[in-house]
């Protein structure tokens, strides 16, 4: 059974960093590409980052880059999510999502996880 | 960027009807690279359709996608008590991939 959990969530305040974790369980991790697709609170979905199944291809919203970097231990079966520079605007609850392919150039989402709650505030 | 506009933005319809939802891209979808989901209150996103109009596993086949272009269509018939939910497109043709805003689907 494919699992997917994050952590790393919490409140923190604006201009400070914060990383979040995805463990991965019951597929291959290095198959597949991953991605981080975030929801603000009452809102709909934002995709933020992907990246390939061997870290050769990242891609950013606009609205994170720079400020976010997206990685990923295959061995460790762990993807990442380092966020610097937070803003209020970036206060959601953030998902890891595997794609269905190994690369990450058309990518949709087979399986989520629950999320972790990124709320940036003084 | 492309941007995903669905209509309508709530839809209320009563079990055993059929469910129309429209999702409209601001410019051509190349390969129809258009993906639905569903979401309930407190969950993560399930998908359900891909590539426009092939259901993932797992999915019921009264749901059906179809669509081409700049215009896809989700269709629920048979409307299951389980089914009132929010759905959201996907286009995953060009970076960024983006999202519609969400059509909600309640019990009328």
């Known amino acids: 059974e494919v699992q997917l959990v994050e952590s790393g969530g919490g409140l923190v305040q604006p201009g400070r960093s914060l990383r979040l974790s995805c463990a991965a369980s019951?597929?291959?991790?290095?198959?597949?590409?991953m991605h981080w697709v975030r929801q603000a609170p009452g809102k709909g979905l934002e995709w933020v980052s992907g990246?390939?199944?061997?870290?050769?291809?990242?891609d950013y919203a606009d609205s994170v880059k720079g400020r976010f970097t997206i990685s990923r231990d295959n061995g460790k079966n762990s993807l990442y999510l380092q966020m610097n520079s937070l803003r209020a605007e970036d206060t959601a609850l953030y998902y890891c999502?595997?794609?269905?392919?190994?690369?990450?150039?058309?990518?949709?989402?087979?399986?989520w996880g629950q999320g972790t709650l990124v709320t940036v505030s003084s | 960027e492309i941007v995903l506009t669905q209509s309508p933005g709530t839809l209320s319809l009563s079990p055993g009807e059929r469910a129309t939802l429209s999702c409209r891209a601001s410019q051509s979808l190349s390969r129809s690279y258009v993906a639905w989901y569903q979401q309930k209150p407190g969950q993560a996103p399930r998908l359900l359709i891909y590539?426009?109009?092939n259901r993932a596993t797992g999915i019921p086949d009264r749901f059906s996608g179809s669509g081409s272009g700049t215009d896809f269509t989700l269709t629920i018939n048979m409307l299951e008590p389980e089914d009132f939910a929010v759905y959201y497109c996907q286009q995953y043709g060009s970076s960024p991939f983006t999202f519609g805003q969400g059509t909600r689907l309640e019990i009328k």
């Open positions: 990246i390939s199944w061997n870290s050769g291809n990242i």
């Open positions: 019951g597929f291959i991790l290095d198959d597949y590409a």
């Open positions: 590539g426009a109009s």
């Open positions: 999502a595997k794609d269905i392919s190994f690369d990450s150039t058309y990518s949709f989402f087979d399986y």
